[in-house]
Nanobody, 120 residues
Framework: QVQFVESGGGLVQLGGSLRLSCTTSGKFVRIVAMGWYRQTPGNQRELIAARATDGKTTYAESVKGRFIISGDGTENTVYLRMDSLKPEDTAVYYC??????????????WGRGTQVTVSS
């Protein structure tokens, strides 16, 4: 079973920065894309940034110019650099990945999330 584990969340002041990391465990043939979502209480999970293994990236309008998603040259790790953080960025951030497992079955899995809190 392919799983994702987030790290790097925490408490930061207005205008500060954080870098989230997402690593993969389990056997897989290929990961097609990985992304970051966030969720606040009472709201649906929203896509913040995504990165395909060919390097193509997508960002939500609310984070463009402030957040950068990147990889480490492998398929199984992705980072989210967050700058100029605002209180409205406060949320639980989730890593998501999709691809094919060791049995060539498609998967779409989530991490357990990491809390990011921006104080004003």
């Amino acid at each position: 079973q392919v799983q994702f584990v987030e790290s790097g969340g925490g408490l930061v002041q207005l205008g500060g920065s954080l870098r989230l990391s997402c690593t993969t465990s389990g056997k897989f043939v290929r990961i097609v894309a990985m992304g970051w979502y966030r969720q606040t209480p009472g709201n649906q999970r929203e896509l913040i940034a995504a990165r395909a293994t060919d390097g193509k990236t997508t960002y939500a309008e609310s984070v463009k110019g402030r957040f950068i998603i990147s990889g480490d040259g492998t398929e199984n790790t992705v980072y989210l650099r967050m700058d100029s953080l605002k209180p409205e960025d406060t949320a639980v951030y989730y890593c998501n990945g999709e691809g094919f497992d060791s049995n060539y079955r498609p998967f779409n899995s989530w991490g357990r999330g990491t809390q990011v809190t921006v104080s004003s």
